[in-house]
């Protein structure tokens, strides 16, 4: 089709209100300037095509209107739709992590650049790390990122004691993969991953893994697929090579939870505060907790009328936090 062609096709798709006409000859616009040499152009108009899909994504708020892409149905059990404004900057990352995650972002973004080659985009992640070292963050930051629905799926909904109805209920999870571009997070994916052995109930646990494996074998949807585990030890081997990436999170070094608090607290005032010291105190807690004890700290300087943070505050906070999750 020629580039009049083209037009003529989209004003007219327009004109009937026909949607899906209208982006899929956008896209075949797009692939017709590829061709020609023009990737830039080819790219602009595959990222208005991603952005017009995922429309009422960007018009949700909280408190705003009630999103459109909501699970219906039985799914409606199993998934909560999210729509996170998290980015991939708003993480504080070591940067081999923050680098895989860029390839994943850019490899989605540029998927049916990719696609025309005849290349698969990376869309199975297992994240694998302690609590509260930022797995569920990720799967919010890459939503975000993509403009995607992040649908988490509730593991009390999938996990029936009659394993049969699991199995069915995992195909309805992986059916609405394949409706609904998106963010699919499995949390605490040991759930369903454990190994076939671990499990007293065992034959049916196995069906259950057997079906996820197949599911995600056969998988050919265009969104993503995240699973987290704080358990992989407990992961089924076979799980692993499953996945297109398998990332590690740690718990942060005294350098990366200087760079956590300096991001939370930069908005405050904080000279004379001893970043190196605070840092070397917080070593040892997760993500969560040294920015739940940067907030505290500010919080306390808010609620009581001084202008600055301390080292003092900051240090009482800390202490805090690792008292709290010492005790839990
Ligand atoms: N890398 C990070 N950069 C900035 N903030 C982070 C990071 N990781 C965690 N956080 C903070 O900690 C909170 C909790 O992290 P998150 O829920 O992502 O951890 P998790 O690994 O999924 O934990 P769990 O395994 O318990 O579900 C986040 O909402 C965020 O405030």
Do not use: C
């Amino acid at each position: 089709m020629t580039t009049a062609r083209h037009i003529v096709t989209l004003l007219k798709s327009h004109i009937a209100g026909d949607e899906d006409r209208f982006l899929s000859t956008a896209m075949q616009l797009a692939a017709h300037e590829a061709r020609q040499g023009h990737g830039k152009l080819a790219q602009e108009l595959r990222d208005l095509v991603d952005a017009a899909k995922v429309k009422p994504a960007s018009i949700i708020r909280p408190g705003g209107p009630i999103p459109l892409a909501q699970p219906k149905g039985e799914l409606a059990s199993l998934l909560s739709a999210q729509y996170p404004d998290t980015r991939l900057g708003d993480m504080i990352l070591p940067p081999d992590l923050q680098t895989r995650l860029e390839r994943v972002l850019l490899e989605q973004r540029q998927q049916d650049h990719l696609r025309d080659y005849g290349l698969k985009p990376r869309r199975k992640l297992l994240l694998v790390g302690p609590p509260g070292s930022g797995k569920t963050m990720t799967a919010a930051a890459l939503a975000g990122e993509l403009k995607l629905p992040l649908f988490s799926v509730v593991l009390d909904g999938l996990i029936t004691k009659f394993m049969g109805e699991t199995a069915a209920k995992l195909r309805l999870v992986f059916d609405g993969m394949a409706a609904t571009r998106g963010v699919y997070f499995f949390d605490e994916f040991d759930a369903i991953g454990a190994r076939r052995s671990e499990r007293q109930d065992v034959g049916e646990i196995r069906r259950v893994l057997n079906s996820f494996l197949q599911f995600l074998e056969q998988d050919e949807s265009h969104g993503l697929v995240v699973a987290a585990t704080n358990h992989p030890e407990l992961l089924d081997q076979a799980l692993f090579r499953r996945f297109d990436d398998v990332l590690e999170y740690t718990l942060p070094d005294a350098a990366l939870i200087e760079r956590l608090l300096r991001a939370r607290l930069g908005r405050f005032d904080t000279r004379g505060l001893n970043w190196g010291e605070a840092a070397e105190q917080a070593t040892g807690l997760p993500q969560a907790e040294v920015v739940r004890a940067a907030e505290d700290a500010a919080k306390s300087i808010i609620l009581s009328n001084a202008k600055r943070i301390t080292s003092k505050a900051l240090s009482e906070a800390i202490a805090e936090r690792r008292r709290a999750t010492l005790a839990s």
